[in-house]
C-alpha cells in the first residue's frame, strides 16, 4: 500500500533578515540596477552568508492512519515543513507527493473576521480551509454543539470573549473531514476543560484511521496522541521513530546546548516562553536542604529549594509564582503554588524580587523532569517559561528497605499492618 | 472527493499557466470571499449601501457645475449629467476596485501567510463585491434617465461586453499591482496618485470628441477609456468610435492575462516576504 505522505530530500531556503526588513522599490532598484552596488557584491559574497536553511534534505514517509508528532525546538523548522506541506510556500528543492485531500489548522481562527457574525464565519472560516458550502451544512449543528456558543451565534465575534473566539474557531477546524490534517499548537486554545475536550477530538480524529501530523510543545498531548514521533533539529531531520523516545530525546536536547549546567538558570533568554507582560522571570537558583548547589540530579526523597529571581514593574501585592515538574511523558506530576499557602499575606512590593520555594521532600519516581516557571500579576498569567531547566530524580533507598522504588509517579510513606 | 486525489509538491521556476482545476475545486470560496466583503463593507456606517452610490452622484453633481456650467464643456448628445454618471459608473468602479484589490494581500497577510487556496481570488474578490456597487450606480442612472426622459436604444445588448471588459481590465491591474505591493509597499502611496490623474486621461468628464482625431487611438490604450464609450454607446446610445473601443477592448483581456500570469510569477514568495 502506498503511503498517504511522501517526503523526500526537502529543503528551504531562506535569506536571513529579507522577511522582517521589507524593501521599498528605491532599494530594489538600487540593489539590481546600481553598477556600483552590484560590483560591491561581487567581491564579498553577503548574498550568501545571509542565506540559511529551514529545512535541509528531509525525507520521510506517513502511512494512511499514522499519528505523527513532529518535536523540536523554536526554528528547527517545525512550523515550514507544515507551511510547505499545506502549500503555504515553496519548496527549495525536493518534493513532497500527498494521496488525499489536506486539510490545515496551522492557526485556528485564520480568516475569522471581527464584523462577520459567528454563523457567518463559521461559513467563511470553513470555506478558506476547504469545506464545501454543503459539507458546512452537513456539520454546522455539530460544530455549534462543540462551540457552546448557543445565543452568541448570531452577534459579530468581535464582541465574543478570547476564549467564546478560540472554541468557534478550533470547532469548525475539528469538523474538517479531510483524510489528511496537519495541525500546529491547535490545542493551546481555552480553559482547561475545554483544552480536554480539544484533546478528546482529537484522539477520535486520530481513531478514524485518518493520517494528522502534529506540532505541539504539549509533551503530554504529543504521547496521547501520537504513535510515531519525527525530531527536527536546525532543519534536519535528527530522529524518525516511536512517539515515546521522540519526546525523551527532544527533553533531552532542550538542555544540553546552554553551556556548562549550573545551579543557577538564566531565564532572560529562554526559549518557549509566553510573556504577556514581559520577560519578568529573571532566573532560578536551586539548592540541596543544605543549601549546597544542586545541579540537575537530585536524589528522591531529598530537600529542594528553589529560588525564583524576577521583576514586578508596578508595585503590587496580588502577584503569585508556580513551579510545575513535568515527567518525560510530558504529564504534570507536581504542582507548587503560592496561592496554595493557607494565609499567605503579601505586602505590595515592586523591583527585583526573590521567592524561595522548599520542597522538603520531593517524592517524584526516578526519572528526568522538565521545571516549568511562571509568574501571575493579578488574576493573569505575566510570564511563563515551559521548561526552565531539567532535573534528573535519582534512584535512592527512600523506604529504607533496600528496595529502589522506579514504578509510579510518585513515592508515599505508607504502612502495611495485619488486618483482623 | 476520492481519496485517488493526488499531488505533487515542487519548487516552481518561471512562468506558469494557471491552474483551472485548482480554481475550480475551491470556485465556492470566491462567492464566500465576494460575500464576506460585501458584508463588511458597509458594517457599522449609518448610509449603508447608500454610499455605494453616493460616491458617483456627488460626483457627477459636482462635474455637472464646474466642468459644463462654469468651463462650458458640452457632452456629445445627452444630457451633460446622464452623460457624466454614464462615465462615472464604470470609473468609480475601476478606481475603488483598483486601490481594493491592490491592497487586499497586504491587509490579509493572515490568510496569505497561514493556509494555502488560490490567492488569486483575494483581489478577485475585492473586484467582485463591488461589481454590486457597479449594479446599484446603474440603477440610479436609469432612474436619471427616466427623469430627463432619454430613451433606451437597441445598443444596450452591448452592456455586458463592457461591464465584462471593466471586470478583465480592473482585475488585471489589481491581480498586478496586490503582487507587487507585498514586495513594494510603494505601491501603496503610487495607486491613489494615479488613479487621481486616471480620470483626466479617460473621458470621463469630456467627450472623445474633444480630442484631435490622431490623438484618439492613443487613448484606445487606456482600457477604461472603451469601457467609458462603451457604457455611454450601450445605455445612453451616444455614437462611439469603433476603433478605439476595440483597441481598448485588446488592453483589457492583454490586461487580465499578464496579470493572472505575474500574480502566479509573484505568488510563490508572498507567504516569505508579505
Known sequence: ?420 | MPSSFEVTIRPHRGWQPIDLREIWLYRELLAFLVWRDIKIRYRQTLLGALWAVLQPLIAMLIFTFIFNRLAGVKSDGPPYPLFALAGLAPWTFFSTAVSQSSNSLVSNQQLVSKIYFPRVFIPLGSVGALLLDLGLTLILLALLMVHYRWPVSLTLFWLPIFIAAAVLATSGVGLTLSAFNVSFRDVKYAVPFLIQMGIFVTPVIYPIRDIPGSWRILMGLNPMTGVVLGFRYAILGTPSPWPVMGLSLAVSVILFISGLLIFRRMERRFADII
Open chain 1, 1 to 420: 500500500m502506498p503511503s498517504i505522505i511522501e517526503v523526500s530530500h526537502l529543503s528551504k531556503e531562506y535569506e536571513r533578515g529579507r522577511s522582517v526588513h521589507q524593501e521599498t522599490l528605491r532599494e530594489f532598484l538600487v540593489r539590481n540596477l546600481n553598477p556600483l552596488a552590484w560590483m560591491r557584491t561581487l567581491g564579498r559574497n553577503t548574498k550568501e552568508s545571509r542565506k540559511f536553511w529551514a529545512l535541509n534534505d528531509v525525507s520521510f514517509q506517513v502511512g494512511q492512519g499514522d499519528v505523527v508528532g513532529i518535536l523540536g525546538r523554536n526554528g528547527a523548522g517545525k512550523s515550514t515543513l507544515l507551511k510547505v506541506i499545506s502549500k503555504v510556500t515553496d519548496p527549495t528543492s525536493g518534493s513532497i507527493t500527498l494521496r488525499g485531500r489536506l486539510g490545515s489548522l496551522l492557526e485556528v481562527g485564520t480568516g475569522f473576521h471581527p464584523e462577520l457574525t459567528g454563523r457567518e464565519n463559521v461559513y467563511l472560516n470553513g470555506a478558506i480551509l476547504g469545506m464545501s458550502k454543503s459539507e458546512i451544512d452537513a456539520c454546522f449543528d455539530a460544530i455549534i454543539d462543540f462551540s457552546e456558543i448557543g445565543k452568541f451565534l448570531d452577534i459579530p465575534v468581535k464582541r465574543y470573549s478570547s476564549g467564546m473566539y478560540l472554541r468557534l474557531a478550533f470547532a469548525v477546524a475539528a469538523h474538517l473531514n479531510t483524510e489528511i490534517l496537519i495541525a500546529d499548537e491547535v490545542l493551546a486554545v481555552g480553559d482547561i476543560a475545554f483544552q480536554r475536550k480539544c484533546l478528546r477530538k482529537m484522539s477520535e480524529v486520530a481513531r478514524q484511521g485518518r493520517t494528522v501530523l502534529f506540532v505541539s510543545h504539549n509533551m503530554a498531548a504529543v504521547a496521547d496522541l501520537c504513535s510515531r514521533g519525527i525530531v527536527l533539529d536546525a532543519g534536519k531531520l535528527i530522529f524518525d521513530g516511536s512517539a515515546k523516545q521522540a519526546i525523551q530525546l527532544y527533553t533531552g536536547m532542550m538542555f544540553h546546548t546552554n553551556g556548562a549546567p549550573s545551579h543557577i538558570i538564566d531565564l532572560r533568554s529562554a526559549l518557549d516562553r509566553r510573556s504577556p507582560q514581559g520577560k519578568l522571570l529573571q532566573a532560578i537558583e536551586l539548592y540541596t536542604g543544605n543549601d549546597e548547589p544542586l545541579v540537575n540530579e537530585v536524589k528522591l526523597g531529598s530537600c529542594v529549594k528553589v529560588r525564583v529571581h524576577f521583576n514586578l514593574p508596578v508595585a503590587t501585592s496580588s502577584y503569585n509564582v508556580g513551579l510545575g515538574f513535568n515527567n518525560a511523558s510530558g504529564q504534570r506530576a507536581f504542582t507548587a503554588h503560592t496561592s496554595f499557602e493557607p494565609n499567605r499575606d503579601q505586602a505590595a512590593v515592586s523591583g527585583p524580587q526573590v521567592l524561595v520555594c522548599e520542597i522538603p521532600s520531593l517524592t517524584l519516581v526516578p526519572g528526568d523532569y522538565v521545571l516549568r516557571v511562571w509568574l501571575d500579576v493579578g488574576k493573569t498569567e505575566a510570564d511563563l517559561i515551559d521548561s526552565a531547566t531539567r532535573i534528573t530524580v535519582l534512584e535512592s533507598d527512600f523506604y529504607g528497605s533496600g528496595k529502589l522504588p522506579s514504578d509510579g509517579m510518585f513515592v508515599l510513606d505508607h504502612n502495611w499492618a495485619l488486618g483482623s
